[in-house]
């Protein structure tokens, strides 16, 4: 291929397609380069298999609460554990093959191979240097493993291998409490796995609420034993390995390490670009822009370490692949921030965090699901959820929770905190009964009694009858 490219893409993952989406839009001058194999994080090793697991797990796990609806003869319930697995390969193999529509298309427009940057709009692939007027990289990132762990071999997972072992052994340490170790640490639980979880922070899942830290970890402890608060180490002990804390050492089969990702900088030739690396190798990026200072070269996706999540790596790249194309960066206003955790009961952040909050300056609602009908009636009647609004205006801040439902209220936080509505705007919506819903009505009373009342013609001053039969 000779001449300039108007834009090149490395990288075909979630931020790199997205890219390709607008770029495709503006020019058919562009090439897309991938280093491995070709298929999202996401559809591969990331959301979709674990997802899959989940369920799984989840579906099992089921059968505690057969006895409480009437239905006798869970105990004899058995789990084909390998059956579970090759299922998750076959509907992995069915994500994987949705992705690869589109980069199969592209012909000679699609290379695969390892670029390195040669300086700004210079490029090498393959030992063929190409030239371009924008670059795109979009090289996404891969589990953190720390050096000295690498030695143990198969017996260290990471969700690269997680889902390719075709059984589970019988003892299993899952070493990082993110939101991906709480999940696999939950769901392996869930499949009959003797689990045990350690995480170096004193709170999981991203949380940072201490209220909703303490439910959620309470929570857990019930299903498989937490550490926390202590860095762990690993050896090999007697064929098995051992994970060890100042004060406890237990021995495993394996070790899932979750100890989050990195971004795949690796021989990426970033230090040719001029511009001053931070301590982690990586260069200035514009979150609105996605451009790399002021050079015509943009960032995208999990490489940038802003916000490790699909849909914010979907929108890096579709504003990349729009800069990249045009004259002049816009600048992109950025969505909510949502984060969650699929464990039992979700756990979920959405706009400002508790600690970014300042206690004398903000007003907490809560709602304990305990005693709330719906939840009780399904015997999901667990978790706490706690919202956040401005004292003054009433306006919604932010909130967290390990709730049922938690992804569904999430997502109508989200469009609240979006839209900048109030507490009373809130509780002026239908809220149906009986719903899950109800208990995030509950917190919102919860606040709005704190709040300067509204009239007596507004519907959100209808008050809640303290009965969990119309709560």
């Given amino acids: 291929m000779n001449g300039t490219f108007d834009v090149i893409i490395i990288g075909a993952g979630t931020a790199g397609l997205a890219a390709l989406r ?29 997802k899959t697991l989940i369920e799984a797990a989840n579906a099992f796990h089921r059968r505690n609460t057969f006895e409480e609806f009437g239905i006798r003869g869970a105990g004899s319930l058995t789990l084909d554990i390998a059956a579970a697995l090759r299922r998750v390969r076959r509907l992995r193999d069915q994500f994987v093959a949705s992705t690869l529509k589109t980069t199969e298309a592209l012909g000679d427009r699609a290379i695969s191979g390892r670029a390195r940057l040669l300086g700004t709009g210079r490029l090498e692939v393959n030992g063929k240097e190409l030239r371009a007027h924008n670059i795109i990289i979009a090289t996404g990132s891969r589990p953190v493993v720390p050096a000295p762990w690498r030695a143990f071999g198969e017996k260290l997972l990471t969700t690269d291998t997680l889902f390719e072992q075709k059984t589970l052994p019988s003892r299993m340490a899952v070493v990082g409490l993110g939101p991906i170790g709480v999940e696999m640490a939950q769901a392996l639980s869930r499949l009959g796995v003797d689990v045990v979880a350690f995480g170096e922070r004193s709170t999981i899942g991203g949380l940072s609420d201490p209220h909703v830290n303490t439910v959620a970890t309470d929570l857990l402890n019930h299903e498989f034993p937490l550490y926390l608060g202590e860095k762990a180490d690993l050896d090999v002990v007697d064929g098995g390995m051992q994970v060890r804390t100042n004060v406890k050492g237990i021995v495993v089969d394996s070790v899932l390490v979750s100890l989050g990702r990195q971004p795949n900088i690796d021989g990426l030739g970033l230090e040719t670009l001029g511009i001053e690396l931070d301590a982690h190798g990586l260069p200035p990026v514009n979150p609105h822009t996605m451009q790399i200072a002021d050079l015509p070269i943009f960032m995208a996706g999990d490489i940038n370490d802003h916000t490790p999540l699909l849909h914010e790596a979907a929108d890096d790249g579709h504003i990349a692949g729009i800069n990249a194309t045009c004259p002049t960066p816009s600048r992109f206003p950025r969505r909510t921030p949502l984060a969650i955790v699929f464990a039992d009961p979700g756990i979920v952040t959405v706009g400002r965090p508790f600690n970014s909050l300042d206690g004398d300056k903000t007003l907490t609602g809560e709602v304990q699901f305990k005693h709330q009908g719906r939840a009780v009636a399904g015997q999901r009647n667990k978790g706490i959820l706690r919202i956040y609004a401005e004292p003054e205006s009433g306006r919604l801040l932010g909130a967290e929770m390990c709730a049922p439902a938690a992804e569904h209220m999430a997502h109508l936080l989200a469009l609240a905190l979006g839209r900048s509505l109030t507490v009373h705007d809130m509780l002026r919506l239908p809220f149906y009964h009986p719903v899950l819903e109800e208990g995030l009505r509950t917190a919102l009373r919860d606040l709005s009694r704190q709040l300067p009342t509204c009239g007596e013609s507004d519907l959100a001053g209808c008050d809640a009858f303290d009965a969990e039969a119309l709560d």
């Fill in 22 to 50: 607008e770029v495709k839009k503006r020019t058919g001058n562009f090439l897309l380069i991938n280093d491995g194999p070709w298929g999202t994080v996401c559809a591969r090793v990331g959301c979709m298999p674990s």
